[in-house]
Structure formats: C-alpha cells, structure tokens
C-alpha cells in the first residue's frame, strides 16, 4: 500500500502529482465499520477498487462510521468520476 512515489510525475500537457484527501461517511454517519468483518471487507474493498483502476492509495484508515483516502489518481481518471465510482463498488461487493 505505501509503494507510492513522491516524485514529481511528467505528463504530456503537466507536471505533478494529483493527490487527493477522501473522506468516506456512510448516511447518518452510522458505524457500518464497528465490526471486524464489515471493516476488512471494506479493506479488501477499498484495496480492489484501487487496484482495478490504477489508483494508488498510500493510506487508507478505516474508522468505524467513515473511512479516510489519500490517493492518487492517474491523469485519465476525473476526481468526479473516482470516487462516486468508489461509493458505488464497496457496496456490490458484499451480493
């Protein structure tokens, strides 16, 4: 999980990092991750996610009525479509 580099990365129209600080709250803040099950499927979750698109997460704290980020995200992928993305996945997962 932290075999992220702090190098500045070269793109063809920039140069930079794109990193960003996500905090996830499930509806009335309810403690979804109180539980050892619900929070290592949601470490596993979050894990997949990031991996299927090429995100690389250098931190990820799973708390027990929200979950914290701190990613990067690759040029090609738009924070408006990352995360909502990410919201919507952790949840197939459990069917």
Not at 25 to 32: H, I, S
Not at 60 to 80: A, G, N, Q, R
Request: charged share 25%; proline share 5%; hydrophobic share 45%.
């Amino acid at each position: 999980m932290n075999s992220v580099s702090f190098e500045i990365k070269r793109f063809a129209h920039s140069i930079g990092q794109n990193w960003y600080y996500v905090v996830l709250v499930p509806k009335a803040r309810f403690p979804v991750f109180q539980w050892k099950e619900t929070k290592d499927i949601a470490d596993q979750a979050f894990d997949w996610i990031c991996k299927r698109h090429n995100i690389d997460l250098f931190t990820k704290e799973v708390m027990p009525d929200h979950v914290h980020l701190l990613v990067i995200l690759p040029t090609k992928i738009f924070y408006s479509e990352a995360i909502p993305n990410t919201e919507r996945r952790k949840f197939f997962l459990h069917s």
